[in-house]
T-cell receptor
Framework: AQSVTQPDIHITVSEGASLELRCNYS??????LFWYVQSPGQGLQLLLK??????LVQGIKGFEAEFKRSQSSFNLRKPSVHWSDAAEYFC?????????????FGRGTSLIVHP | ETGVTQTPRHLVMGMTNKKSLKCEQH?????MYWYKQSAKKPLELMFV???????ENNSVPSRFSPECPNSSHLFLHLHTLQPEDSALYLC??????????????FGEGSRLTVL
């Protein structure tokens, strides 16, 4: 079964600084990979996804993520963080075998942005 | 209305009550999900209805009972809950099958408090 690890529970950055949120997955083949964001009191919203092809994926709100097969990682990055980026971020993986396509989510990383 | 709508947004109930959570999606999707979100835990998949087939997490207690009368509506019936069931319950939908895109569209959640 696939699993997702987000090693950082909290990340604190200053506004304008760069950001990297880590995500590692465990799966025998190349899965589908996703990053979602959840603002307080809201549901989750998709930031970006990777299925195949170019390993650097661009998403909404200036976010990007890079798939590294050798490290089983799919880290989320942003060059300059805005105060409105403070939220909970979830990495998710979907198995590409079996046909069920049900995502498994990580525990989430809470991003705190200092002015 | 657009997207995924959940009602009620907040629910307080006693352990002997019977209540239901409702979810409606206006996206034309063919799969709907219930997730449980507890503080500092991974999102827990409870139930999936996909292309008329129900998939469930076998660890979900029987006091939670889903109902999916059609592809646009999903209910979660609650009966004799425990205080540890207090959580945010998220509904999501997706387009599965041959035109699978991977993206889940979430509602804003129903915050449940069991006294």
């Amino acid at each position: 079964a696939q699993s997702v690890t987000q090693p950082d529970i909290h990340i604190t950055v200053s506004e304008g600084a760069s950001l990297e949120l880590r995500c590692n997955y465990s799966y025998g083949a190349t899965p589908y990979l996703f990053w979602y964001v959840q603002s307080p009191g809201q549901g989750l919203q998709l930031l970006l996804k990777y299925f195949s092809g170019d390993t650097l994926v661009q998403g909404i709100k200036g976010f990007e993520a890079e798939f590294k097969r050798s490290q089983s990682s799919f880290n989320l990055r942003k060059p300059s963080v805005h105060w409105s980026d403070a939220a909970e971020y979830f990495c998710a993986v979907v198995s590409t075998s079996g046909g069920s396509y049900i995502p498994t989510f990580g525990r989430g990383t809470s991003l705190i942005v200092h002015p | 209305e657009t997207g995924v709508t959940q009602t009620p947004r907040h629910l307080v109930m006693g352990m002997t009550n019977k209540k239901s959570l409702k979810c409606e999606q206006h996206l034309g999707h063919n799969a709907m999900y219930w997730y449980k979100q507890s503080a500092k835990k991974p999102l827990e998949l409870m139930f999936v209805y996909s292309l008329e087939e129900r998939v469930e997490n076998n660890s979900v207690p029987s006091r939670f009972s889903p109902e999916c009368p059609n592809s646009s509506h999903l209910f979660l019936h609650l009966h004799t809950l425990q205080p540890e069931d207090s959580a945010l319950y998220l509904c999501a939908s997706s387009q599965g099958g041959a035109i699978y895109t991977g993206e889940l569209f979430f509602g804003e959640g129903s915050r449940l408090t069991v006294l």
